[in-house]
Each structure stands twice: as structure tokens, then as C-alpha cells.
């Protein structure tokens, strides 16, 4: 059984769309997360979230934004699709991580977005 | 600001050992993480510190100096499944992961 499952794996869109992408995790974690990966290979953080708390990278553009129906799923909605947002996003799970515990991070396998 | 710095790329032969150094700058600071990203695949996590001095898991070890903001993981007895990028993160007084850009090991015959 896949611990984080993202769909789609690959999204090529035109610019101006609105897209989404899915985040599912069956690990029973408390939070989850969006990395961007651009050609650089770094990995930024977009967003965390619980269920108590939606942390938001200031530089992430208002574009973009997280929908989570329950802790189980975290989506990622963008709209207005721009050439710059082509990279390869992660969705991501984790336990709460609190001083007397920091666990990993497990990842989905990743979307390749492309923006033509 | 928030750091972290990795060699780009190493190269290195199948068999032998190889350390990929990380230094680290961070607003506090909750322990240090190692993953491996294979190409087009998610990273998946090979080893935490959070306290001074060497963690061994098999033929991976890592190591932490908090003093210095440096760690190192090395890999010993190198085989050709270990060509992949190795990611550095610290973790911040938020618990939030800040990472470098990775070292993308070439392992050669």
C-alpha cells in the first residue's frame, strides 16, 4: 500500500488554467505538506498543515492554495497557471513534530507540472 | 537568513567510502536530516541527529557537530544503487525543514 499517493505524476497544462493536484496519505499523520522541487533540484516548503494550523511560505503567491477535506488529503490548488510554475510538486506527511519528538517526513511520489 | 550548503556533485568508486559534507545555518535549530532522492523518484529519509556525534545504520553513518552547524553522512562499501542526489535538512526552532540543494552522487565501476 502507498504510505503518500499524489495524482496526477504528470500534468502539462497550458498557461492562464487552473489545475489541482491530489494528496492522500494513509500513514495516520498529523501533518502534511507541499515542496516544490524546481530545476535546481532544491526543495522549497509551500505549505504545512494540521489540524490545527495551515503554515504558508510567505513567498508562495496567493495563486496557489491548500484544500484539506480531512487530515487524510491535502490538495493543491493553483490558478492562473504560469510558465514558472513548472517543477516537479511533493506532497509530504509527517507526525506533529513537537520538542520531545521530530520525526520524518515521508514523501509522495511527486507531480511533474508543465506549463506551456 | 536560513542556510544550508552541499557539495553540488562527488564522484566516486564502487567498493570505496565517500562523506558528502552539509553546513548548516538556521534560525534554532531541532535536529539534522539525511535523505536520498533517486532520479525522478521522492526522497525517502536515511538518518536524523539532533545530538552531537556519529549515528550508524549499516552501511550508512552520520554525523553531527552543532558547535560547527556541520554534518556529514558517509557511505561505506559503495555500490552502484547508491547513485543518487543526498539531501541535507535542518530543521528549524519551528520544526519547519530547510534544504539544501542536494549532492548528486556518480558511483563508478
Known amino acids: 500500500d502507498t504510505a503518500v499517493s499524489q495524482t496526477p505524476k504528470y500534468l502539462v497544462t497550458q498557461m492562464g488554467n487552473d489545475k489541482s493536484i491530489k494528496c492522500e496519505q494513509n500513514l495516520g499523520h498529523d501533518t502534511m505538506y507541499w515542496y516544490k522541487q524546481d530545476s535546481k533540484k532544491f526543495l522549497k516548503i509551500m505549505f504545512s498543515y494540521n489540524n490545527k494550523e495551515l503554515i504558508i511560505n510567505e513567498t508562495v503567491p496567493n495563486r496557489f492554495s491548500p484544500k484539506s477535506p480531512d487530515k487524510a488529503h491535502l490538495n493543491l490548488h493553483i490558478n492562473s497557471l504560469e510558465l514558472g510554475d513548472s517543477a516537479v510538486y511533493f506532497c509530504?506527511?509527517?507526525?506533529?513534530?513537537?520538542?520531545?519528538?521530530?520525526?520524518?517526513?515521508?514523501f509522495g511520489q511527486g507531480t511533474r507540472l508543465t506549463v506551456v | 537568513g536560513q542556510n544550508i550548503d552541499q557539495p553540488t556533485e562527488m564522484t566516486a568508486t564502487e567498493g570505496a567510502i565517500v562523506q558528502i559534507n552539509c553546513t548548516y545555518q538556521?534560525?534554532?535549530?531541532?535536529?539534522l536530516f539525511w535523505y536520498q532522492q533517486h532520479a525522478g523518484e521522492a526522497p525517502t529519509f536515511l538518518s536524523y541527529?539532533?545530538l552531537d556525534g556519529l549515528e550508524e545504520k549499516g552501511r550508512f553513518s552520520s554525523f553531527l557537530s552543532r558547535s560547527k552547524g556541520y554534518s556529514y553522512l558517509l557511505l561505506k562499501e559503495l555500490q552502484m544503487k547508491d547513485s543518487a542526489s543526498y539531501l541535507c535538512?535542518?530543521?528549524?526552532?519551528?520544526?519547519?525543514?530547510?534544504w539544501g540543494a542536494g549532492t548528486k552522487l556518480i558511483i563508478k565501476p
Open positions: 541527529n539532533v
Open positions: 509530504a506527511s509527517s507526525q506533529e513534530n513537537t520538542p520531545e519528538m521530530n520525526t520524518e517526513a515521508f
Open positions: 535538512a535542518a530543521s528549524d526552532s519551528n520544526y519547519q525543514l530547510i
Open positions: 538556521t534560525s534554532g535549530f531541532n535536529g
